[in-house]
């Protein structure tokens, strides 16, 4: 394809992006370099906040340049804020290719509003809690920018929902609210305070997450886009899967997680990645609704994908306390096995529609040369991850005073080998989407361009899991590699080819980090606003209580029910997430239902680690972007496909039950998540959990080895669930705990293990209604061996037996219990509250693993039956 050709397909690929995600302005002239401008100034400042620079400067001139946390999210929030104002347009009859004056005042007025709170802060914090008029002023005209810029960039959704909250908060005491609901109100003052001049609102900890982290994930995938590793994915994925079945279809599946690895819009997503797989798809005999429903289904999945995970990973980290290492290995294996499971749906409709691959390159090939070639695959692969892990781990033991430097020259000397063996071939061109494809590339020829976009992803591996830095450092380092890259790739391969300019080569260079630095900050101002736009959520949450009383109204639909209250909050978080940008569609759905699973949950007797808690709700709010009526992807994969959306975002959400299924297992079944596994279990969870769900993808889809009958997709759906959670059938034989009295808890108490826990059922009048009796089920440390009575007191147990009964008395402010459990009992009423029972792991039980050998017989029995009625060959 001719460069003018690419150019004007990236630009309509950008503008494409731009009018899904509520259309940016195109500006000429003056407005135009200055908005690039600003936004390359931006990406400047957080790489400068992000790296040692300030430190260096302040030492060197003695004076303070440094930038604290809450400082970087005041300039960060102005930056998002201005850009909104200037990149895009406030009316749809606004005009496109300039700025007209009032947005460049609304700019001005804007950003004003946010460094108006960096240059009087030291007189702010003299007066914490006590407004003058300009903070009200200014925390009033804050408010109302912020909800412009929203709107501007995001569109109505996320304004309607924050303002929802807001008018909860002034007007929560009127008796137009339901009784359940109303609270006393807050004062304008007090409001404004809580919302702009402090860090429980707008400048909360979902902005500086944004500030710290987000941004740099974001850039870092910018400029790997503008590298040219998004049409090395693509293109690699179709010379691996093209000539499959269904392969198009496949090839987008992989090339959208891949893509999914450092892209944070599920909406940006379907179109970088649609615009070449959809009419491919369309071409080899899928229906637009269907072409465009796989890229909607694993856009959406790329927003689930490790390490970036649509840029929620962070905040996901921040808000359970969870490291971010930890958290990346809690949720691979579930977004693994949903794409592995997806690709397998593909396959069944490919099969269905009687489709075949794509052509390959002509080559002989004996099924011992395929096997090796798989072969080699795994060990390259095996290779790579111990060369990351154990090589450069050893780094650390051989050269320890020069570490970082080793590793600086190891990465130059792998890219100057890898670039020299890219130079070799010829650059991957962006192919034309609606040009026929009669053969596919050879996947060598392919690959080897390529693999020097792999070392600043190695680095970022490095930098997580084995130097232990920060995500934020982390992210930093990995973009100062893709910048080196970036910068300097064109002209090395004009070196080592002897062909072409250095000088073009450097131009090029320069040009690709300019583009990939304001790419980077226009992909922000929606994130930076969204993630300002939901403090005012977390704030209103934390002013009001308004968690518990969405926690009651759950409660009371679900009836006590532990399935259907889960159902009930997977149907709140959808809603909830429809029409918003992964950050805040995060935010707000963790702000709002992720305490409802974990309270109502413990009166049920869950108790789940709180990450699994978050993920589940993360999970749904996801899959908003495919849900009908709204469904924002589905618009978007529709637009290239020529489908109807509707049908599009049923169909996508259809393929997508198998991604819904898997919180409601992960929620009993934390091994899904490695939580407490060791790495050969992790192994034998893994392989199970990828049978399980494509039985489970063939039982939706209605064909397994043949068209499966109504019986048979049943007993499919029987079978992976015994495979997902065989503990379920269990526990129904053998009861998981023991009950003990609650009077036996301190005897209890004194024989668990140092550091071990006891796991207790408390009982009460509840402390909104004390007519109300509430179960509770609490698990509690009790830390080093000591007399069982001490180690209760240390939590806040204090116990009295009373006529047979465990009494409980209120536990002192501050102890364990008491945080646990505040508000939920009222100690001085009638009844007391009393530690009902305690529960005891059951010793003696079966093997839960037992149950896989019926439910792998009568699979085998469903694959004997449908082998007879085969008329396509499954695999």
């Not at 108490?749 to 796991?759: Q, W």
Request: a neutral charge; proline letters at 5%; one cysteine or more.
């Amino acid at each position: 394809m001719s460069e003018d050709i690419k150019r004007d397909r990236e630009v309509d690929v950008d503008l494409m992006v731009a009018e899904v995600e509520s259309g940016a302005r195109n500006a000429a002239g003056f407005a135009g370099k200055f908005i690039l401008c600003l936004a390359f100034v931006w990406s400047l400042f957080q790489l400068y906040i992000a790296s040692n620079i300030p430190f260096v400067l302040s030492e060197n001139l003695g004076i303070n340049l440094v930038v604290n946390n809450q400082e970087a999210r005041q300039i960060h929030l102005a930056f998002a804020l201005a850009l909104a104002m200037l990149a895009y347009p406030l009316f749809k009859t606004s005009p496109r290719h300039k700025v007209p004056v009032y947005d460049w005042a609304l700019a001005v007025i804007a950003a004003a509003s946010c460094l108006y709170l960096l240059y009087f802060k030291n007189s702010i914090s003299d007066r914490a809690g006590l407004p003058t008029t300009a903070d009200l002023v200014f925390s009033a005209i804050g408010m109302i920018s912020l909800a412009i810029a929203v709107y501007r960039a995001l569109g109505l959704p996320l304004v309607i929902v924050s303002s929802v909250f807001v008018f909860y908060v002034f007007f929560g005491h009127l008796s137009i609210m339901p009784d359940a609901i109303q609270w006393k109100g807050a004062s304008f003052g007090k409001a404004a305070w809580h919302y702009w001049m402090q860090t429980e609102g707008v400048f909360g900890v979902a902005l500086g997450v944004s500030a710290s982290m987000i941004f740099l994930f974001v850039l870092f995938g910018s400029l790997l886009e503008k590298a040219g590793a998004g049409n090395y994915f693509i293109k690699l994925a179709f010379a691996l899967l093209g000539h499959l079945r269904g392969g198009p279809a496949k090839a987008a599946v992989v090339a959208s997680a891949l893509s999914g690895l450092y892209s944070g819009s599920s909406i940006a997503n379907v179109v970088t990645t649609g615009t070449f797989t959809i009419p491919l798809m369309k071409r080899t005999g899928f229906k637009p609704e269907k072409a465009g429903a796989i890229e909607v289904a694993s856009s959406t999945n790329g927003q689930l994908m490790p390490p970036v995970m649509g840029a929620a990973a962070f905040l996901i980290s921040e808000f359970t306390g969870v490291a971010y290492p930890e958290l990346v290995k809690h949720a691979f294996l579930p977004a693994v096995i949903s794409y592995i499971a997806l690709v397998y749906i593909v396959h069944l409709e490919a099969l269905k529609l009687g489709l075949v691959g794509l052509q390959k390159p002509t080559t002989t090939m004996t099924v011992a040369r395929k096997l090796s070639g798989v072969l080699l695959g795994f060990i390259l692969m095996g290779i790579l991850t111990g060369a990351v892990y154990y090589g450069l781990s050893w780094i650390k033991v051989v050269f320890p005073g020069m570490t970082f430097a080793t590793a600086v020259g190891l990465f130059a000397v792998a890219y100057v080998v890898l670039l020299s063996v890219a130079a070799k071939y010829p650059d991957l061109e962006v192919d034309d989407p609606e040009a026929p494809m009669e053969v596919l590339p050879r996947a060598w020829d392919v690959a080897v361009t390529g693999f020097h976009f792999l070392l600043p992803i190695v680095i970022l591996i490095w930098c997580i899991l084995v130097e232990r830095l920060s995500p934020s450092l982390s992210a930093y380092w990995a973009t100062v590699s893709m910048i080196t890259i970036v910068l300097t790739q064109h002209p090395l391969k004009a070196l080592f080819r002897k062909t072409g300019s250095l000088n073009s080569g450097f131009s090029a260079g320069w040009q690709d980090f300019a583009d990939g630095m304001i790419a980077g900050a226009r992909n922000m101002i929606g994130i930076g606003v969204a993630t300002g736009a939901a403090g005012v959520i977390v704030g209103t949450v934390s002013l009001t209580g308004l968690h518990q009383v969405v926690g009651e109204f759950v409660e009371f639909l679900s009836g006590g029910n532990l399935m259907v209250m889960l159902f009930l909050v997977a149907v709140m978080s959808l809603i909830l997430g429809m029409g918003l940008p992964t950050t805040a569609n995060y935010i707000v759905v963790s702000s709002l239902m992720a305490p409802v699973i974990v309270s109502v949950g413990a009166q049920s007797g869950l108790i789940v680690p709180l990450v699994a808690v978050h993920l589940f709700v993360f999970y749904f709010g996801i899959l908003a972007d495919d849900t009908p009526p709204v469904g924002l992807a589905a618009f978007a994969a529709a637009a290239i496909s020529k489908g109807d959306p509707i049908k599009t975002g049923i169909q996508g959400f259809t393929y997508d039950i198998r991604t819904a299924l898997l919180p409601f297992l992960f929620i009993f079944n934390t091994e899904l998540l490695l939580i407490d596994v060791g790495p050969l279990k992790a192994v034998f969870v893994f392989i199970v959990a990828v049978v399980a769900m494509m039985l489970f993808a063939a039982a939706t889809q209605g064909y397994f080895f043949a068209r499966s009958r109504l019986w048979e997709s049943l007993l499919l759906v029987v079978i992976s669930l015994t495979l997902f959670r065989p503990g379920f059938w269990l526990d129904y034989i053998e009861p998981p705990f023991v009950d003990r009295p609650g009077t036996d808890i301190v005897e209890l108490a004194e024989d668990v293990p140092p550091d071990g826990t006891l796991r207790i059922v408390m009982r009460g009048p509840d402390y909104n209604n004390s007519n109300k009796i509430s179960y509770l089920t609490v698990v509690l440390p009790l830390g080093e061996k000591a007399d069982g009575a001490a180690r209760l007191d240390k939590v806040g147990i204090i116990v009295s037996d009373q006529d047979g009964k465990a009494v409980l008395d209120e536990p002192f402010p501050g102890k364990w219990l008491d945080l646990k459990v505040q508000g939920q009992f009222d100690y001085y009423a009638d009844v007391p509250v009393t530690i009902e029972k305690v529960e005891l792991a059951a010793t003696g039980r079966l093997p839960k693993e037992i149950f896989y050998i019926p439910a792998l017989l009568l699979l085998g029995g469903i694959i004997v039956l449908q082998r007879r009625r085969t008329d396509v060959p499954a695999f």
